[in-house]
């Protein structure tokens, strides 16, 4: 099971970005699939998850409304969308899979939850 995240890099405040996870060595579509981050001195944080609550999505409350989380199952690909973004977002950003939760509760966004993790990729907010 490998995961890896790509598509980070330096972006203006308010300006968007996309990263892509793809997937090798298993079907994306039978996991949970997490976007987390770690800022510098903060702890790591799930920032959307898909298959994930209730089977469906979900998102931490701070960024549902700037961030969207896809899949392309045909390309065992998942993607995090980010707009607006503020150097508040800066982060590095890490794609993880682990199982799936038909619960509606919001245990999908526990990064302990996660059983396997790519490298991440560097997002820097900055004018």
């Known amino acids: 099971v490998q995961l890896q995240a790509s598509g980070g890099g330096l972006v203006q405040p308010g300006n968007s970005l996309r990263l892509s996870c793809e997937a090798s060595g298993f079907n994306l579509d039978d996991y949970g699939i997490a976007w987390l981050r770690q800022a510098p001195g903060k702890e790591r944080e799930a920032v959307a998850c898909i298959k994930c609550r209730g089977g469906g999505e979900d998102y931490a409350d701070s960024l549902k409304d700037r961030f969207t989380i896809s899949r392309d199952n045909a390309k065992n690909m998942v993607y995090l969308q980010m707009n607006s973004l503020t150097p508040e977002d800066t982060a590095v950003y890490y794609c993880?899979?682990?199982?799936?939760?038909?619960?509606?509760?919001?245990?999908?966004?526990?990064?302990?939850?996660?059983?396997?993790w790519g490298k991440g990729t560097l997002v820097t907010v900055s004018s």
């Open positions: 993880a899979a682990g199982p799936p939760n038909y619960f509606t509760d919001s245990a999908g966004l526990r990064p302990s939850r996660y059983d396997y």
